[in-house]
């Protein structure tokens, strides 16, 4: 019942606020719609035959404008873009409904690596909520087995839907009978399940923990107001999971939480992007109420609580695209405070503006260090050092530029295979030979991409997000400095010996200058297109500050920044002289000719142009089907170069595509008798066994990666070289029986994965996202041509909103 009040307020929310039909020229205007036609369907199960309480939700597509009467099409648009929203209010609504019905209480639990808090019930035991809700290893080892009789009974293995449909059956078989179950028959499966992990009878746990009444009991809000200026603070804390259930009513919530609440909300939206709309902000109120552990005594006291926190987001931002003024007899949309005429408001704030405006600044100011004319002639005109190489035109000239620019920030665009690495080559060399050895740095957004770069153009390189961190040490260091030669002093006029301290001097000084920017340096970024705006904006102060220069290499029709984006392209556009990289190299024969069709052709699918598609038509590049036949069609192809030898790997758009690809490799490999099917539990689900290939998703400095024979702690305790980063490829070549994984990289050495770093941050390495595979590395050319997968009969997937 209280799932059910949500869903209809929800949709009662969606049908006032939302729901809207174009009418007028060219739909011009948004008008609002009496209502919609919806069906909902009740689920109480998931695929794995959990309890997982849904509905689904069918909306027509035809509604009746409110202005006219007349039948119309529903802007799916305006649904699509609130639809994060509306499932974030949902969920405040039914741990509303749930408290004021049970008396039930709610705290705030970590889900695990790259997932973000949530709310559970403080009743519930996270044993019973994993017994419910994860696989294991035995049900991996039932979807062997069902595997195996698979390739007995059609004599052919099963394809990577075929494979991920066994694996469901398999969950449902190692918990229930293989019958449809009727809702009673599950109820009784699920107390007999319960029962077991509780250790007594779930029915009588049940009623105990739900016992208590509704409360009538007034909130304590769980706000940090003792913070000096509160109002304004953007590193307030939230409490979650109270002592008690508490019950508000809206009154109860004054204006100083509300401007507490509004501040976060922004600071969770401003992080993640440089622009935002309304629904970003009442998602991230939603979230931000959640979590400050609040719960009301009406549905109406939280609607009114959720608008006065995101109009008070919504009065912090600032308007990009202000309404027209009205005129006498235009309609007004109740919602927004707009003319029906009017885009929907798009917003950023101060602090973006501010930061976007100092890049700016930084592309224009021209203290920055340069090299000489005769210098740069000298190397760009010469082979390149160790690579025997000459620059071609486009790369010199590029050179050429960002050496004489004398811009603090500096930008150079280069689309995919145009040789952006092949010139930052050139660069270093050009810079080294007027400013010294060392005094260009490289910086990427991963760690394994910072070692990619640092490998290939011999610099030293790090990731973007460690960089910056070690910026806030860098004055206990400094100051650590000074008191080493304070006490250098004190000795030499003591005349004691002070070969110790001289020791530490130079560490400290080391140490120091390992994360120091000095005049006349060059920091590279590479592929800075994928670097957010706070990062970007750091890194050129710091330039600016140290007489340093700032470079940005990348290209913005390419992958964009998880964060707030959009400033690498604000940076390209912003000079008309902008150096940029326009031959592309990538596409040969195997005479070593240019594919120039191909390259023509890639130049055109990044500008958008789709006349590129028959150019890759005409050379029999598409592989078409439904998604089953692509996910076969993909593994096929790694397959075949695995056949041969080659490190191949699969690219998927999304999370879902990577496991179901991940399990159809592995069951390939189980059934070749190169991967062993019992392994260690990883936690997506998957398992990994001896020779299975997994990657790494988070940096940890403090485990060795095999590179370094003889790896060394600093004084902070993490190592100092060869570290496991996001990213890292290896082989499992045996595992423990506490999750302990023993893995060695290519060409490197064994290495010891704990079993807390493999259960959350261990995944399969077959297939990843395009943003995960940036510094894999693989064998540059297969012997086959690349292939272009669609889809057929299915609707393109928009991208989903960054909410």
Request: hydrophobic residues 40%; glycine residues 8%; neutral net charge.
């Amino acid at each position: 019942a209280a799932h059910h009040r949500a869903v209809a307020s929800t949709i009662r929310l969606i049908e006032t606020d939302v729901a809207r039909t174009r009418t007028g020229h060219g739909g011009a205007a948004r008008v609002p719609v009496r209502g919609l036609i919806a069906a909902g369907f009740d689920h109480h199960d998931s695929r794995a035959g959990d309890p997982q309480l849904h509905t689904h939700v069918t909306i027509a597509n035809r509604v009746q404008a409110a202005s006219d009467g007349q039948w119309r099409t529903l802007d799916s648009r305006s649904l699509y873009a609130a639809s994060v929203a509306h499932s974030d209010t949902y969920d405040l609504l039914l741990a509303d409904n749930l408290t004021r019905t049970l008396g039930v209480e709610w705290e705030v639990r970590l889900r695990g690596r790259a997932r973000n808090p949530r709310r559970e019930l403080a009743a519930i035991p996270d044993h019973l909520i994993i017994e419910f809700s994860q696989r294991t290893a035995a049900i991996t080892a039932a979807k062997d087995a069902a595997i195996d009789t698979f390739v007995t009974k059609h004599h052919r293995q099963p394809t990577g839907p075929e494979a991920v449909r066994i694996r469901q059956q398999a969950t449902l078989e190692t918990r229930q009978p293989k019958h449809v179950s009727t809702l009673a028959e599950y109820t009784d499966q699920w107390t007999r399940r319960a029962d077991l992990i509780l250790g007594s009878d779930a029915t009588a746990w049940a009623y105990h923990v739900t016992a208590a009444p509704p409360t009538d009991r007034t909130i304590t809000p769980a706000i940090d107001t003792a913070t000096p200026d509160a109002t304004t603070s953007r590193a307030s804390t939230f409490a979650a999971g109270a002592e008690h259930a508490r019950l508000a009513a809206s009154s109860a919530i004054d204006e100083q939480t509300v401007e507490i609440l509004a501040a976060a909300a922004l600071d969770q939206v401003e992080g993640k992007r440089a622009t935002w709309s309304r629904w970003n902000l009442v998602a991230a109120t939603c979230r931000t109420i959640g979590s400050a552990g609040l719960q009301f005594a009406t549905e109406a006291d939280l609607l009114a609580v959720r608008r006065r926190v995101a109009a008070a987001a919504i009065e912090r931002s600032v308007l990009l695209n202000p309404a027209n003024t009205p005129n006498v007899s235009t309609e007004i949309d109740a919602a927004t405070g707009r003319s029906i005429y009017d885009a929907p408001e798009v917003f950023t704030s101060l602090e973006v503006l501010a930061a976007e405006g100092a890049l700016l600044e930084a592309t224009e100011t021209t203290t920055a260090p340069t090299v000489s004319a005769d210098i740069v002639d000298s190397v760009v005109t010469a082979p390149l050092p160790g690579r025997d190489q000459l620059l071609a035109p486009d790369q010199a000239a590029a050179v050429r530029d960002i050496c004489a620019s004398g811009r603090v920030c500096d930008v150079l665009i280069g689309p995919a295979g145009t040789g952006k690495t092949t010139t930052m080559a050139g660069l270093r060399a050009t810079w080294e030979h007027e400013h010294g050895k060392g005094s260009v740095l490289g910086l990427a957004t991963s760690a394994v991409a910072a070692e990619v770069l640092g490998t290939e153009i011999a610099i030293a390189a790090e990731n973007t997000a460690q960089w910056l961190a070690q910026q806030r040490f860098q004055p206990g260091r400094k100051q650590r400095i000074t008191q080493l030669e304070t006490r250098r002093a004190d000795a030499i006029a003591a005349g004691t010996p002070i070969g110790g301290i001289d020791q530490a001097i130079a560490r400290a000084r080391a140490r120091y200058d390992q994360w120091a920017l000095h005049p006349g340096q060059l920091l590279v970024v590479d592929e800075a297109g994928m670097a957010d705006l706070p990062t970007l904006n750091a890194l050129a102060a710091q330039a600016q500050a140290s007489g340093a220069k700032l470079l940005l290499v990348g290209d913005h029709a390419q992958l964009p920044a998880i964060g707030a984006g959009g400033t690498f392209q604000l940076l390209a556009e912003h000079q008309p002289d902008t150096p940029q990289l326009t031959d592309i190299r990538r596409f040969t024969n195997s005479d070593g000719a240019i594919r120039q069709w191909e390259a023509d052709a890639s130049l055109k699918l990044r500008r958008g142009d789709p006349t590129a598609l028959d150019a890759y038509a005409a050379h029999d590049r598409f592989t078409d089907g439904d998604a089953d036949a692509m996910i076969h069609a993909a593994h096929q192809a790694w397959k075949a170069d695995h056949a041969r030898g080659l490190t191949s790997l699969l690219i998927a758009a999304d999370n879902e595509t990577v496991q179901a690809l991940n399990l159809t490799v592995r069951a390939d490999l189980i059934e070749a008798g190169k991967v062993r099917t019992e392994g260690v539990p990883l936690h997506d689900g998957t398992v990994a066994g001896i020779g299975d290939r997994i990657i790494t998703r988070r940096v940890d400095r403090h485990l060795p990666d095999g590179t370094n024979p003889n790896p060394h702690t600093d004084e902070r305790g993490r190592l100092a070289a060869g570290f496991i980063k996001n990213g890292t490829v290896f082989t499992v070549t045996g595992v423990r029986r506490d999750g302990t994984i023993r893995a060695q990289a290519s060409g490197s050495r064994p290495v010891i994965l704990p079993a807390d770093y493999v259960t959350q941050h261990v995944e399969l390495g077959y297939a990843v996202t395009a943003h995960r595979c940036q510094g894999v590395t693989v064998d540059p050319r297969t012997g086959r041509q690349p292939r272009l997968h669609r889809h057929r009969h299915l609707p393109r997937r928009p991208r989903q909103p960054q909410q």
